[in-house]
């Protein structure tokens, strides 16, 4: 059902999505003379046109990582069927 490199790739692509939309962020903010030269990474998204990458960039990597989760959860579903069973007699 899904490819193993998605799988391996995903956390990846997520982490540099983030990385890559605090270096931008802070870059047109110190730039721009919005925050001073080591700012607060929260403070880098406050004031536009800076506000507007930082919410894109942290909003991609957010979906990045909610695709991981529901990823792994249907593998896990897929290749242990009987885990689930299990804890179904061990609840009740």
Known sequence: LFNMKICAVL???ALATVL???SVSCTMAIS???VPPWPQISMCGMYPPERYVFS????????LLA??????HVR?????????QLWSVHTQ
């Open 11 to 13: 956390p990846i692509v």
């Open 20 to 22: 890559a939309t605090i």
């Open 32 to 34: 721009a003379g919005h």
């Open 56 to 63: 894109m960039g942290f909003t991609v990597g957010s979906v």
């Open 67 to 72: 695709m991981l989760l529901v990823i792994n």
């Open 76 to 84: 896990n579903e897929r290749f242990q069927p009987m885990r689930s």
